[in-house]
């Protein structure tokens, strides 16, 4: 049992009726009139319970407030005058943000936009402690910034290559004296070299689509394979390519923890890295970054300078397995003998409703067998960052998946997210049964160049 089982709902509204009207958000409540959780979108749930068992924190604790309509019940009585608590922080802060509960919901619940106008109001107006504090900015200097991630990449390997990371694993000390840290440490994939991309990669026979490619921070920085194979794959299938050398973080992880301004400050900045690209589409091979940079124009609509140029990028953004079913394939498949387990990243199928894509890419690969998860619409504990703030709860759910995934018997897991990559071959190798990992990507592009199934495999498994 977690604390967050622990904790009782907050007082209900006023007594004796003095509550205030759901459209006038109190200032002596929990928000403050800056874009607080909006009332109509409260008032659209109907508290049927669909939600859930799709909820991944209240399959695990079966507590109320930590599902979403005990949630969005708190940001009720937020609206109503209840002034923000530690207890409501805490069941917001458990909150995965994995919008199962938005694909489930038959009433139609913008889950989604609640559970990000709420964080940013808790980063705003609650008082954190001096630890959660210093967690967190040590995370938001690191993880959203490109440079400062590849100049982590020298020591991270030499740690790697001297065997310190297995040592310090084995002690346990790590994870008795900051278990925050220790799952960071943990999660840290297996480096290899570094794969630059140029700003420009012709097409490889007619020119069917010019497209920009986002090359992410962690995805860049740690899993630059992916960004070489979706290169590669597109060229393929007759895209010329366009990497701006002056993007940035796209600013998910800022908006999905709360921290508005600076997300904003990072779209502005991604728009205008692609402003002179003159491209038709923006390909995105990470789901989160994907999911926020598709609701750019929400995030910038009060910014009188980027709204309308927030709504055109967001209107070009497309996943890589979106952008190749759209166009449709051009360049050969050769057979790829060999058994594969696909996991629904949630920012992917939840948040951007891509689910038959990727599966048609894969199912399109000669001899591959495509085989489903049980539990598919449950996040895998990853979450952005929720599994360095939260490890104890993102390590059951990992565990969970890892369960799910060994039993389908597969010999490679295929994502499309790299915090998903991460959080599952930490659970997998936990469980003993390691198996082979891969980006959706990565499948085709060995089919298209003719690989072995054998040498995706090995390549797939360098990510302890």
Not at 183 to 201: C, D, F, H, T
Not at 360 to 369: K, N, S, Y
Request: glycine share 10%.
């Amino acid at each position: 049992m977690t604390q967050h089982a622990q904790q009782q709902p907050s007082a209900g509204p006023p007594a004796d009726g003095g509550s205030v009207s759901l459209g006038m958000p109190s200032l002596m409540g929990a928000f403050d009139d800056h874009n607080p959780p909006d009332a109509a979108l409260v008032g659209d749930c109907v508290h049927c319970g669909f939600c859930l068992p799709t909820c991944p924190t209240y399959v695990l604790w079966g507590e109320e407030m930590d599902s979403p309509r005990g949630r969005i019940y708190l940001m009720k009585e937020g609206l109503e005058g209840e002034p923000m608590s530690d207890s409501m922080v805490q069941h917001w802060d458990a909150c995965l943000g994995c919008m199962a509960c938005v694909t489930a919901c038959p009433s139609g619940v913008q889950y989604d936009k609640l559970i990000e106008s709420t964080r940013a109001q808790v980063e705003r107006r609650h008082e954190r402690d001096g630890k959660d504090k210093a967690l967190r900015g040590l995370i938001f200097s690191i993880f959203p910034h490109p440079k400062r991630l590849r100049l982590l990449r020298g020591p991270l390997r030499g740690y790697q290559k001297l065997g310190l990371d297995r040592l310090v694993r084995r002690t346990g000390l790590l994870e008795r004296m900051a278990p925050q840290l220790a799952a960071m440490e943990g999660l840290a994939p297996r480096l290899g070299r570094p794969e630059p991309l140029p700003p420009r990669i012709e097409a490889t026979g007619t020119r069917r689509a010019v497209v920009g490619l986002l090359t992410g921070c962690v995805q860049g920085a740690f899993f630059p394979g992916v960004n070489s194979a979706t290169a590669r794959v597109l060229r393929a299938e007759g895209c010329e390519i366009v990497v701006p050398p002056s993007q940035g973080c796209c600013g998910a992880l800022s908006v999905h923890n709360g921290r508005e301004a600076e997300a904003q400050k990072y779209a502005r900045s991604v728009i205008d890295a692609f402003d002179d690209a003159d491209v038709e589409y923006i390909v995105v091979n990470a789901a989160g970054c994907g999911s926020t940079m598709k609701e750019y124009a929400d995030l910038l609509a009060d910014d009188a300078r980027y709204a309308e140029r927030a709504k055109a990028f967001a209107e070009k953004v497309r996943d890589v397995s979106e952008i190749l079913a759209e166009l449709g394939p051009v360049a050969p498949r050769h057979p790829l003998p060999m058994s594969v387990a696909y996991h629904d990243a949630c920012h992917l199928a939840h948040a951007q409703g891509v689910r038959s894509q990727p599966r048609q890419l894969l199912t399109g690969i000669p001899g591959l067998e495509l085989r489903e998860i049980a539990e598919g619409e449950l996040c895998c504990g990853s979450a952005g960052i929720y599994n360095i703030l939260n490890p104890e709860p993102a390590r059951e759910l990992g565990d969970r998946k890892a369960a799910n995934i060994v039993a389908t018997g597969a010999e490679v897991l295929v994502t499309a997210n790299p915090g998903c990559l991460m959080q599952v071959t930490s659970a997998i190798e936990r469980s003993g049964h390691p198996m082979g990992m891969a980006h959706t990507i990565e499948v085709l592009d060995a089919s298209i160049r003719g690989l072995p199934a054998h040498e995706l495999t090995a390549a797939a498994q360098h990510r302890p």
